[in-house]
Nanobody, 113 residues
Framework: VQLVESGGGLVEPGGSLTLSCVGS????????MNWFRRAPGKGRELVAS???TYADSVRGGFHISRENDKSTMYLIMDNLKTEDTAGYYC????????????WGQGTQVTVSS
């Protein structure tokens, strides 16, 4: 199982970014996919899951989607704030397998003027 994120970068407050996560080595449709983030000095936070669950802090500004035929998940982030600065990580968990837990290497998002 391999998960590879891309799309991070530096953006000004109020700007937008779209993150991508490409999966390989597994049947993408058999996995629940999630986005997490970790900000400096803070713990890991679930940002969004493909069941359309969102952290309160991002609801209305972030949107998660997936293209199963491309084994790809996206996180569309609008109206970014400085507090959204964090490493963003793709996570995949096989449906029906509670021990399944795979992570990408992360992509950095920095929101700053």
């Amino acid at each position: 199982v391999q998960l590879v994120e891309s799309g991070g970068g530096l953006v000004e407050p109020g700007g937008s970014l779209t993150l991508s996560c490409v999966g390989s080595g597994f049947v993408f449709t058999r996995f629940r996919m999630n986005w997490f983030r970790r900000a400096p000095g803070k713990g890991r936070e679930l940002v969004a899951s493909d069941s359309s669950t969102y952290a309160d802090s991002v609801r209305g500004g972030f949107h998660i989607s997936r293209e199963n035929d491309k084994s790809t998940m996206y996180l569309i982030m609008d109206n970014l704030k400085t507090e959204d600065t964090a490493g963003y990580y793709c996570n995949g968990r096989e449906i029906g397998n509670p021990t399944s837990d795979y992570w990408g290497q992360g992509t950095q998002v920095t929101v700053s003027s």
